[in-house]
């Protein structure tokens, strides 16, 4: 059975980022409409879900590929402050980070040391904050 499943899926594109979003989309949508009471919108699910799996079982690499990578160019922005988002929470417990008053570069800063002055590494401007 397994080698069976392994010779089907051999040259399909499989999942991808927008496979996945498509996925935990539908899934919303399912929920949504279960509690509204709306057709529309468990139709619109299935439509979605139908063209997911499209997508998985297409042997088109090119254009599936085409298809992700715009996505991709379109989530950029918003996955990348997510990202930053992310990594200054993480240092959030033992940096401060500031930002330069002249040219707004971030500049992270180890937590108490007191009153220090920072000096800008990208325009050398000097400030003084606490640490």
Known sequence: ?????????AGRYGPDQL???LN?????????SM??????????????????YFR?????HQRRYAENARYLKITAKFRNSFQAWRRDAKTRKTHHIYRCPSCRQKIRVPKGKGKIAIRCP??????????
């Open 1 to 9: 059975m397994r080698e069976r499943l392994m010779r089907f899926m």
């Open 35 to 52: 509690f509204t009471r709306l057709g529309i919108l468990y139709w619109f699910a299935l439509a979605l879900l139908i063209y997911c």
């Open 19 to 21: 496979s996945k979003f």
């Open 24 to 32: 935990v989309l539908v899934m919303v949508l399912l929920i949504v």
């Open 122 to 131: 990208k325009c050398s401007i000097e400030f003084i904050k606490k640490s």
């Open 56 to 60: 998985i079982f297409s042997r088109n």
